[in-house]
């Protein structure tokens, strides 16, 4: 049996993994949960360090990028179609895009020809594009039905693909640089 470290009761049972990243040289977790919250914890002692309200439940794992300033940002997506980027020293806003449904997937980062980008999906059958540092939208993609996974992103030499599911049976390839269908 191993020796329990800590353990903090999050008062939600439905909860992300937990996503693990050095920041500002300390080790944190960031666990999010369908109760609204995204905590932020110190990863040795379990102590909260901030967290972050929506006014609805967070239904995908929390995902991470260094900004060009070198900060590192942690960025969610909500049931009401939010997806936020936060300063993950301290949680303090970054940006916001708002969709038009649930976003139940964690977000994806790649970079492409300089541009640090992120992409996502919603239930509005729509895959977002969205410019990392800023949010504002690059392009969109729409699908036949909603979009409820994480899309993956393959390097294609110079060029990047974006694979994705939806409710329509459908698996969809995009370019990663205009959302052109492959």
Known sequence: HGKRLWHKELLDNRVSAPLYAEVAGRGMLFVAS?????????AQTGQ?????RETEP??????LHRAQSGEMRVVI??????LRSLAAKDGQPRWEVKTGNWITAPAVHYRLAGHSRIAFGSY?????VV????????FTHTAFGPIYSAPAIVPQGE?????FAAW???????SGKDGTLH
């Open 124 to 128: 509005d059958r729509k895959l977002y």
């Open 131 to 138: 410019d990392a540092e800023t949010g504002q939208i690059a």
């Open 77 to 82: 997506g909500s049931h009401f179609g939010k």
């Open 168 to 174: 329509d049976h459908h698996l969809y390839s995009i």
């Open 34 to 42: 369908e109760d609204g919250n995204l905590r932020a914890l110190d």
């Open 159 to 163: 060029s990047v693909q974006i694979l």
């Open 58 to 63: 967070i239904m995908g794992t929390p995902m």
């Open 48 to 52: 909260l360090l901030w967290y972050h």
